[in-house]
């Protein structure tokens, strides 16, 4: 804030003054704001000297609006084929590794069946090796407890 106490705002009460005089201005005679204005000179250009009619300004507008449109749609085309072949890349990337995973899914399954089989061979084995316990042991069979004799003895 200024240091002064002034009340009033000069650009504010000039722009006032101006406003509520420039009507006034139409009152007195043989007076124009165009008078007191300063004046600027305007000079063609030689290439817009040209005069045009409004069938070929339309036609031109036209013709640039619409080769506008082409250059949008080559932008978005361009964009599109960008993103699919971003996309089909990510495809190829994810056939190979799930082809990868096939292969080593069938080396798994090719080991667990290696396994099976060499399990089933083993439990086999136990089957014939039990039977043939079973077999030596019922022809020899345990050592009898006699019960006449004291445990205590």
């Given at each position: ?5 002034v ?71 361009r ?55 079973g ?19």
């Amino acid at each position: 804030m200024p240091s002064n106490n002034v009340e009033w705002d000069w650009p504010t009460i000039t722009g006032a003054l101006l406003a509520f005089s420039l009507p006034l201005t139409l009152l007195v005679p043989d007076f124009s704001l165009w008078t007191v204005v300063p004046k600027v000179r305007v000079t063609r250009f030689h290439i817009l000297a040209q005069h045009f009619t409004w069938f070929q300004l339309n036609t031109a507008v036209f013709t640039i609006v619409l080769l506008l449109f082409f250059v949008q749609l080559e932008i978005r085309k361009r964009k599109l084929d960008e993103m699919v072949e971003r996309v089909m890349l990510v495809s190829q990337a994810a056939d190979k590794t799930v082809e990868e995973e096939s292969f080593k899914q069938a080396g798994a399954m090719r080991a667990c069946v290696q396994l099976l089989d060499t399990s089933a061979e083993q439990y086999e084995q136990l089957v014939l090796l039990r039977q043939e316990l079973g077999q030596r042991g019922r022809k020899q069979g345990p050592p009898g407890i006699d019960s006449s004799q004291d445990i205590n003895d």
